[in-house]
């Protein structure tokens, strides 16, 4: 089993709806949450950074963070076209160190 | 627009040449890192530099030879690399004590 599992897609939804994108884990040391955006060959940009539980909101984006279940999750409102990419969601410490483990990304089109 | 700023953009490179990837980070962090990605996956750790001294090497090959001159600049120097080192090769910043990691745009790095 993976440390964390993302399931890789593609998700394809029409235009201003309601995306949810999810990430599971195992290793209950996990505290900190990241999700990327990452277009098609650019580097990773950070969307939104969590410590610990609870939900974090940033325009039309929300995190929620469940440490019970292992089990975060992106919500995107009003989906679109621009927001086409991949989503990687990344968490830590690894180890105690300063590492970071990724989900394998999911692969998000939004249809005009 | 990222703070984190890589040249070249593109490099193509023979299995004998010397060649070197630069990173440019203008946020004031102590801590950064390169990291390799190959097509539809997750960006896979390489090294971690933390006050401008190797903290983490993930058994990288010696092939690959990173720098960090200042707390601004980090360098990684290619020497006799392999067609399956063809990826894109990110570089990434962050706080020492933080997991959030702000990634440059990347190098596509193709050897022939």
């Known amino acids: 089993q993976k440390e964390v599992e993302q399931d890789p897609g593609p998700l394809s939804v029409p235009e201003g709806a309601i995306v949810s994108l999810n990430c599971t884990y195992s290793?209950?040391?996990?505290?900190?949450f990241m999700w990327y955006r990452q277009y098609s060959r650019k580097g990773p940009e950070l969307l939104m950074y969590?410590?610990?539980?609870g939900n974090k909101e940033d325009g039309r984006f929300t995190a929620q963070v469940d440490k019970s279940s292992k089990y975060i999750s992106l919500f995107i409102r009003d989906s679109q076209p621009s927001d086409s990419a991949t989503y990687l969601c990344?968490?830590?410490?690894?180890?105690?160190?300063?590492?970071?483990?990724f989900g394998q990304g999911t692969r998000l089109t939004i249809n005009p | 627009d990222t703070e984190v700023t890589q040249t070249p953009k593109h490099l193509v490179m023979g299995m004998t040449n010397k060649k070197s990837l630069k990173c440019e980070q203008h946020m004031g962090h102590r801590a950064m890192y390169w990291y390799k990605q190959k097509a539809k996956k997750p960006p896979e750790l390489m090294f971690v530099y933390s006050y401008e001294k190797l903290s983490i090497n993930e058994s990288v090959p010696s092939r690959f030879s990173p720098e960090c001159p200042n707390s601004s600049l980090l360098n990684l120097h290619l020497h006799a690399l392999q067609p399956e080192d063809s990826a894109l090769y990110l570089c990434?910043?962050?706080?020492?004590?933080?997991?959030?990691?702000?990634f440059g745009p990347g190098t596509r790095l193709t050897v022939t």
């Open positions: 990344a968490m830590g410490p690894v180890e105690g160190a300063q590492k970071l483990v």
């Open positions: 990434a910043s962050s706080q020492v004590q933080s997991y959030e990691q702000y």
């Open positions: 290793n209950s040391a996990f505290q900190y």
């Open positions: 969590t410590y610990s539980s």
